[in-house]
């Protein structure tokens, strides 16, 4: 059974940090293509970010230059460390193994606020 675990979220200033962890198990981890999504109230679900079993990465144009996706096969894990966060990434955010999100975690939520 594939099971994503998601981790790391809380509330965060404007301008602040936060590193996503999302651990994989019950498929071959370090073949799979992996993606981030979020979901914002009111919003539908939304691809931000995918890594390539070989490390290529790409991203949805507003978090561009601020999040960074990263794999680590060993551990499973793959992670989306974000940085200068706005108050529009306010969102439950979800890692899946495909690009709309059909196999996703249960998320883990952001909070950008003062």
């Known amino acids: 059974e594939v099971q994503l675990v998601e981790s790391g979220g809380g509330l965060v200033e404007p301008g602040g940090s936060l590193r996503l962890s999302c651990v994989g198990s019950?498929?071959?981890?370090?073949?799979?293509?992996m993606f981030w999504l979020r979901q914002a109230p009111g919003k539908r679900l939304e691809w931000i970010s995918q890594i390539t079993s070989s490390g290529t990465v790409d991203y949805l144009d507003p978090v561009k230059g601020r999040f960074i996706i990263s794999r680590d096969n060993a551990k499973n894990t793959v992670y989306l460390q974000m940085n200068d966060l706005k108050p529009s990434d306010t969102a439950m955010y979800y890692c899946a193994t495909d690009k709309s999100g059909t196999r996703r975690g249960q998320g883990t939520q952001v909070t950008v606020s003062s």
């Open positions: 019950g498929f071959t981890f370090s073949t799979h293509w």
